[in-house]
């Protein structure tokens, strides 16, 4: 076993490593390989011999939340090509329904083949964002000529971002106000009958009622 260097051993050897690292030569940073942009002529030319044999709707995008106006539009381009007639962008809370009907709003002054609608509700995920605020801004956006329907809005027990009450009674808002508008309702259901997972529903809880239940909210 080596004896244990002393106090200038260690200082003097510090002091080495200092100076190789100063001499040293600086590292080359990696070559970053730019990322080729795809031709617009070879993806069209794919997504055709992919398309659709009928043409179909898409009701359930989730877009104009994660992507700027110019991404939704490419997509929606990029959708066509493969035979989707028209494409529903959903809202999941009040911001991403507005950023839905002025998607909506924007492809219609620049395009007119192919409809871009969109849904204005609150998910069960953020169903604690539901007020009198929220449901105003749902009438307001529900007179849009590009509204397909109200929603996205359900139960969903699977990750509990919300309380099982909470969504409840957003859901059940929501129900109410889709039968007075006399609108559709785009509607959203995981492991409703599941026990509750997790800190938001608390343990020993009834499942709740049938969805059909709320079709007289």
Not at 58 to 79: F, P, T
Request: overall charge neutral.
């Amino acid at each position: 076993m080596s004896a244990k260097p002393s106090e200038e051993e260690i200082a003097r050897r510090r002091l080495e490593k200092q100076a190789r690292k100063e001499t040293a030569l600086p590292k080359t940073p990696p070559k970053t390989q730019k990322k080729r942009a795809n031709d617009p002529r070879l993806e069209a030319e794919a997504l055709g011999k992919w398309g659709l044999q009928r043409v179909c709707v898409d009701i359930g995008a989730n877009l104009q939340s994660r992507c700027s106006y110019e991404e939704v539009e490419r997509q929606v381009q990029r959708a066509a090509l493969a035979n989707v007639g028209a494409v529903v962008l959903t809202g999941c809370d009040v911001e991403g329904s507005l950023k839905g009907r002025r998607a909506c709003e924007e492809w219609a002054s620049r395009h007119a083949e192919q409809r871009v609608l969109f849904t204005a509700g609150v998910h069960p995920h953020e169903a604690s964002t539901w007020s009198a605020d929220a449901e105003a801004a749902v009438r307001d956006l529900a007179t849009s000529p590009f509204l397909a329907s109200l929603g996205e809005c359900g139960l969903d027990y699977d990750r509990m971002l919300a309380p099982r009450d909470t969504q409840q009674a957003t859901f059940r808002a929501q129900a109410r106000l889709a039968k007075e508008l006399k609108l559709p309702l785009f509607v959203h259901c995981r492991e409703r009958d599941a026990a509750p997972q997790g800190g938001g529903g608390g343990g020993g809880e009834e499942a709740p009622p049938p969805l059909g239940a709320y079709a007289d909210a």
